[in-house]
């Protein structure tokens, strides 16, 4: 399984952050921990997790492309529950009955999701112009592998592969339709990271 490390002091060695900003996300593996809880327990954390979406609306990139900060939440909630219990977590089964009353169901929620050191972490994810440009620019600094090492550029093939979208292009954002600005930075991305100009999806792309 896997976990987030947030700062320097919620990362347990050997993965601790050693000088990077507080709240920086960082998945790492973290097998084993506290049991899981029962189905019914579950299926309500799995609920809170998906952020007031119906059962089973899991990410999909064909229905909802952006994740919804779904992964990190869960882990937050299942931390939350096994340090208070299930009975702690909102009742998510009631409407409020005031605007008090929803103001104060509203920040029980925000409180279950607040990292160890405080802060509210998120996801900045979904912009198609942030990979390309950490692609770019390494390319532009000599390919450095304490930069991007062999396996991180699998894993943004891999990325950029899934992201394509039915008529070969890419959007600005992962929720966007293709665009020339998206598909163009994109296609030279993956092309940077070893993809062959013959390749099917490249040639797609064109």
Request: proline share 8%; net charge neutral; charged share 20%.
């Amino acid at each position: 399984t896997f976990r987030t490390s947030l700062t320097d002091v919620a990362a347990p060695a050997p993965t601790a952050l050693t000088g990077e900003p507080a709240g920086r996300q960082i998945w790492v593996r973290a097998d084993g921990g506290a049991a899981p809880p029962d189905a019914a327990a579950l299926k309500k954390i799995e609920r809170l997790a998906a952020g007031g979406r119906a059962d089973g609306a899991a990410f999909d990139p064909s229905v909802n492309p952006n994740s919804c900060d779904y992964p990190y939440r869960r882990q937050r909630i299942l931390e939350y529950a096994a340090a208070r219990g299930v009975s702690s977590l909102p009742d998510e089964t009631t409407s409020p009955a005031s605007p008090r009353d929803a103001a104060r169901h509203g920040l029980h929620f925000l409180s279950v999701l607040l990292s160890p050191d405080g802060h509210l972490a998120g996801d900045y994810g979904g912009p198609h112009f942030l990979l390309p440009g950490l692609v770019i620019a390494w390319h532009c600094m000599g390919r450095p592998p304490s930069v991007l090492d062999a396996h991180q550029r699998r894993q943004a093939a891999a990325y950029l592969h899934h992201h394509q979208q039915s008529d070969g292009g890419w959007g600005t954002h992962v929720e966007s339709p293709s665009t020339l600005f998206g598909t163009t930075l994109c296609y030279v991305a993956a092309r940077i990271l070893g993809a062959g100009a013959a390749e099917t999806a490249m040639v797609r792309a064109r």
